[in-house]
């Protein structure tokens, strides 16, 4: 995920040219979903996608008839 370099704008803000606005790489979020996908699904997790998946279908479905 990439993010604005704060500590870069910061120094330069005052800059008569303006702000250095740098976008970095921000690792810290890749390395949480690369562990939570490695996680076995409960059934909590089950039951969620599947109301969630009933519930876009369901609006899917209102939504292409109400057209």
């Known amino acids: 995920m990439y993010k604005v370099d704060m500590d870069m704008y910061a120094l330069t803000q005052?800059?008569?040219?303006?702000?250095?606005?740098?976008v970095v790489d921000d690792t810290s979020l890749d390395y949480a979903l690369r562990h939570q996908e490695a996680a076995p699904a409960t059934l909590g997790n089950v039951i969620g996608f599947g109301m969630a998946f009933a519930l876009l279908s369901g609006f899917i479905v209102y939504m292409a008839t109400a057209i």
Do not use: A, K, R, S
């Open 14 to 22: 005052d800059n008569p040219d303006g702000p250095v606005v740098l």
